[in-house]
């Protein structure tokens, strides 16, 4: 697989003649933001209006499942963004731009309305959860769950010097995974990367249509507890255990989900957070982004938390004859 480096901030070759052929050929073109991956996003600055442009470059990246997955978005009534005009080959997109309000600095600067917005968060994945999954994506079930969790066993040990028993651990998530996937609940089209980072607040629309979203090209099928854990347990951000309490509760009500819902929150919030604790480790080794090192304490305190929770009791005994104490968030703690 490719890495994907930190690249500078500067519009790829083809852009001026992408924007001329799209009516954009005045406009001004400045950084915007890049991610985890090869794209990086710009924004171009016309007379009077203003859009986003995304570069997705080929090999490594393919803008088709974010058109699509966008296109579906706005067919069942939340907001994408609109794709004004693509250039394939090229990886090009001109994308409509949803503004500055971003969700996690609207809350960094006026925490007070924390429960509000992280309601209306909720409420989307309601509304979401009500439609029958995008036709055409593929399953995000058991087996992908234990492939994913392999990232801690092949980079997360290894880079802090660990040697753990990979069998124990397959074994110990199968038996605390296999009754959520045979729970019934979804398939629902899963977002997978649903957090305050990814959350615009779009001017001039009301309800969830405020909720612009982001990041969300690789949907798949799966459960709908993945992306209510996605948000509510936030590598970048705190979100107290108070309010992750109130917006499960709020979650369970609105959908009439029951104890299984409730099993799978904390087996899939766990899930998710090591599995992340790997993809940060690999981040930092693989694709030179150490920054991703700053996160790993609060990555920790999510999974101690959630190995409370009744049901995780294999994994959270694998977790303690595995790995021990000073090599999970303290041997972090230089990074903060």
């Given at each position: 697989?490719?890495?994907?480096?930190?690249?500078?901030?500067?519009?790829?070759?083809?852009?001026?003649?992408?924007?001329?052929?799209?009516?954009?050929?005045?406009?001004?073109?400045?950084p915007?933001?890049?991610?985890?991956?090869?794209?990086?996003?710009?924004?171009?600055?016309?007379?009077?209006?203003?859009?986003?442009?995304?570069?997705?470059?080929?090999?490594?990246?393919?803008?088709?499942?974010?058109?699509?997955?966008?296109?579906?978005?706005?067919?069942?009534?939340?907001?994408?963004?609109?794709?004004?005009?693509?250039?394939?080959?090229?990886?090009?997109?001109?994308?409509?731009?949803?503004?500055?309000?971003?969700?996690?600095e609207?809350?960094?600067?006026?925490?007070?309305?924390?429960?509000?917005?992280?309601?209306?968060?909720?409420?989307?994945?309601?509304?979401?959860?009500?439609?029958?999954?995008?036709?055409?994506?593929?399953?995000?079930?058991l087996?992908?769950?234990?492939?994913?969790?392999?990232l801690?066993?092949d980079?997360?040990?290894?880079?802090?010097?660990?040697?753990?028993?990979?069998?124990?651990?397959?074994?110990?998530?199968?038996?605390?995974?296999?009754?959520?996937?045979?729970?019934?609940?979804?398939?629902?089209?899963?977002?997978?990367?649903?957090?305050?980072?990814?959350?615009?607040?779009?001017?001039?629309?009301?309800?969830?249509?405020?909720?612009?979203?982001?990041?969300?090209?690789?949907?798949?099928?799966?459960?709908?507890?993945?992306?209510?854990?996605?948000?509510?347990?936030?590598?970048?951000?705190?979100?107290?255990?108070?309010?992750?309490?109130?917006?499960?509760?709020?979650?369970?009500?609105?959908?009439?989900?029951?104890?299984?819902?409730?099993?799978?929150?904390?087996?899939?919030?766990?899930?998710?957070?090591?599995?992340?604790?790997?993809?940060?480790?690999?981040?930092?080794?693989?694709?030179?982004?150490?920054q991703?090192?700053?996160?790993?304490?609060?990555?920790?305190?999510?999974?101690?938390?959630?190995?409370?929770?009744?049901?995780?009791e294999?994994?959270?005994?694998?977790?303690?004859?595995?790995?021990?104490?000073?090599?999970?968030?303290?041997?972090?703690?230089?990074?903060?």
């Amino acid at each position: 697989m490719a890495t994907a480096p930190n690249q500078p901030m500067i519009p790829p070759a083809g852009t001026a003649a992408f924007l001329t052929a799209c009516g954009w050929g005045d406009a001004r073109v400045e950084p915007l933001a890049g991610d985890a991956s090869f794209r990086r996003y710009f924004r171009v600055i016309g007379e009077g209006r203003q859009a986003v442009l995304m570069d997705a470059p080929p090999p490594h990246e393919d803008p088709r499942p974010f058109i699509a997955v966008a296109e579906w978005l706005t067919s069942v009534g939340l907001t994408a963004p609109e794709i004004i005009a693509r250039d394939l080959d090229l990886g090009l997109l001109l994308l409509g731009d949803m503004g500055n309000d971003r969700l996690r600095e609207t809350l960094d600067d006026d925490p007070g309305r924390e429960e509000e917005l992280y309601r209306l968060a909720t409420d989307l994945l309601v509304r979401l959860h009500g439609q029958p999954p995008m036709a055409g994506l593929p399953p995000h079930g058991l087996d992908q769950w234990l492939d994913e969790l392999m990232l801690f066993p092949d980079w997360y040990a290894p880079a802090l010097g660990l040697e753990v028993d990979r069998d124990s651990y397959r074994a110990a998530w199968t038996e605390v995974l296999g009754p959520v996937a045979a729970d019934g609940l979804g398939p629902v089209t899963v977002l997978r990367d649903y957090h305050a980072e990814n959350i615009m607040l779009v001017a001039g629309r009301e309800g969830v249509a405020h909720l612009g979203l982001l990041d969300f090209q690789d949907a798949l099928a799966g459960h709908p507890a993945y992306d209510l854990a996605s948000v509510l347990e936030d590598a970048r951000r705190d979100v107290s255990p108070t309010l992750e309490r109130a917006m499960i509760d709020h979650y369970r009500a609105a959908t009439g989900g029951g104890a299984a819902f409730e099993r799978a929150y904390w087996v899939l919030a766990a899930q998710r957070n090591t599995r992340i604790l790997g993809v940060f480790v690999r981040l930092w080794k693989r694709d030179g982004k150490p920054q991703y090192r700053a996160f790993q304490p609060r990555m920790w305190g999510l999974l101690e938390r959630d190995l409370g929770a009744a049901g995780l009791e294999p994994v959270r005994d694998w977790f303690d004859r595995n790995v021990p104490l000073a090599m999970r968030a303290a041997a972090w703690a230089d990074d903060l």
